[in-house]
């Protein structure tokens, strides 16, 4: 049986599981390196295109291209982090299908934890190198008038947006507990509204506006905050001076993307077969 004392504890093992994972895929360089660039392209040219729409409009809504790329480069950082972590819940309706969910769900681990720590994916990380890139670029154009409260707002708005995303991530994956098949829905909210995270709130109608302020509040992971370091005023229904707040909302919406997926594990009733 061995010495307890000697035995792991739950937060070590899952921090050795996640380095074995981290270090098989280093183990293969070149391929990384390659998989690592094909993650990065993807968001190159979603850059490419904020630059393409300015190069006609000088301002759009209430951004000028300095100020958009601040609001890309946060959205992208955001986004990369919560996909590389928790984008292995779109894989929740395979795992409801096959019926591998019954057999973590009989392991003394959380469902989550063992969903989580499965397959982290560094090579999605890609879309952080263009983020944090496309932020230097930002900073160095931007005229910032720079307070502690404002350094402390850019540092934490990324991984608050890591956040946000990833509650998104665990809330598509709650929702398939009564979908089941319905993944493509889920994902045209998730990947939708990190696309429309990367713009002002002001391009949207006011209705769709409000929807991403305070329905799916994507706009908390890069606009506002955005729009708060910058002193921008904000359109109707989605002020600037709600940036400030956007920490606080991430952890909000984990909280309620906890609650829908614990509400997912009750429903849940096997896979039938």
Do not use: K
Not at 5 to 17: H, K, L, N, S, W
Not at 100 to 129: F, H, K, N, W, Y
Request: proline share 6%; aromatic share 10%.
């Amino acid at each position: 049986m061995g010495d307890p004392a000697a035995r792991p504890t739950t937060a070590a093992a899952y921090r050795i599981v996640l380095a074995s994972r981290v270090r098989a895929q280093l183990q293969y360089p070149v391929s990384f390196t390659f998989d690592l660039a094909q993650s990065a392209l993807t968001f190159a040219v979603g850059l490419l295109e904020v630059v393409a729409v300015f190069s006609n409009v000088t301002v759009l809504a209430d951004l000028d291209l300095d100020a958009a790329l601040l609001v890309y480069g946060l959205a992208a950082s955001g986004f990369g982090i919560a996909n590389a972590i928790a984008g292995q819940l779109d894989t929740i309706p395979t795992y409801i299908r096959a019926g591998t969910l019954e057999t973590m769900l009989v392991r003394p681990q959380p469902v989550l934890a063992q969903i989580l720590t499965s397959d982290i994916t560094l090579r999605r990380l890609g879309s952080v190198v263009i983020g944090l890139g496309t932020l230097a670029v930002a900073l160095a154009r931007n005229q910032i008038a720079w307070t502690p409260g404002s350094v402390v707002l850019l540092v934490v708005t990324p991984l608050a947006a890591g956040l946000l995303f990833s509650a998104l991530f665990l809330a598509a994956g709650a929702v398939q507990f009564w979908l089941v098949d319905a993944a493509e829905v889920t994902s045209a909210f998730l990947y939708g509204g990190n696309y429309a995270a990367g713009y002002s709130a002001g391009v949207f109608p006011l209705p769709l506006r409000l929807f991403v302020v305070f329905g799916v509040p994507v706009s908390f992971a890069a606009y506002l905050p955005a729009a708060a370091i910058l002193g921008l005023p904000g359109p109707s229904g989605a002020p600037g001076w709600l940036g400030w707040a956007a920490p606080a909302v991430a952890v909000a919406v984990w909280f309620a993307a906890m609650r829908l997926w614990a509400l997912g594990l009750r429903h849940y009733a096997g896979a039938g077969g």
